[in-house]
């Protein structure tokens, strides 16, 4: 059995991502998903807790039917890089191959001795920024992330949130 690893603060998770994902999954029997950052929250470039990413992530997972495939892992970030590879291995299940566009997560796992291949997305235009300011001005979100993920951003109130650190971001 062959495993993968993917790393990303998904803040939130988008199309991008997933088609990502979906296409590494085409290599790989089993996905490890990590959701970096994991303390980060509440801020304009991180204002999803870790448990609300995992939730997204694993209700896309479930609306493509690949939520067994896949293991959802929350890390915290080390601000020493010389350790961060360390700490997600010491997190995850065992894992053959890399999958990141990230120069640096590439040259880490690379000196660890890991295969590193680039991630391919069919949305390559999508990225995490966009989605947050389309849910700032309270835009749609069809074409920018799964049925499910919108579904939840709606259910937790993201545009509320995003206007309240905004907000008190400001006032600082």
Partial sequence: MKRGL?????????LGH?????????????MVIVVGSARE?????NPFTAGERIEMIGAAMQEEKIFGKCYII?????SE???????IKSYCPKFDIVFTN???????????GYKVKKLVSNNGSINSTIVREKILK???LAALVPKSVENFLKQINAKKRIESIISDEIRQ
């Fill in 102 to 112: 990230n120069p640096l997560v590439k040259e880490l796992f690379e000196a660890d």
């Fill in 74 to 78: 929350a890390v915290d970030d080390v």
């Fill in 138 to 140: 309270g835009e749609s």
């Fill in 41 to 45: 929250s509440f801020q304009e470039k």
């Fill in 81 to 87: 890089y010389a350790l961060w590879a360390q700490r």
């Fill in 18 to 30: 997933h088609n990502a994902l979906l296409n590494a999954l085409k290599e790989v029997d089993e």
């Fill in 6 to 14: 993917l790393v990303g603060r998904f803040q939130p998770y988008h």
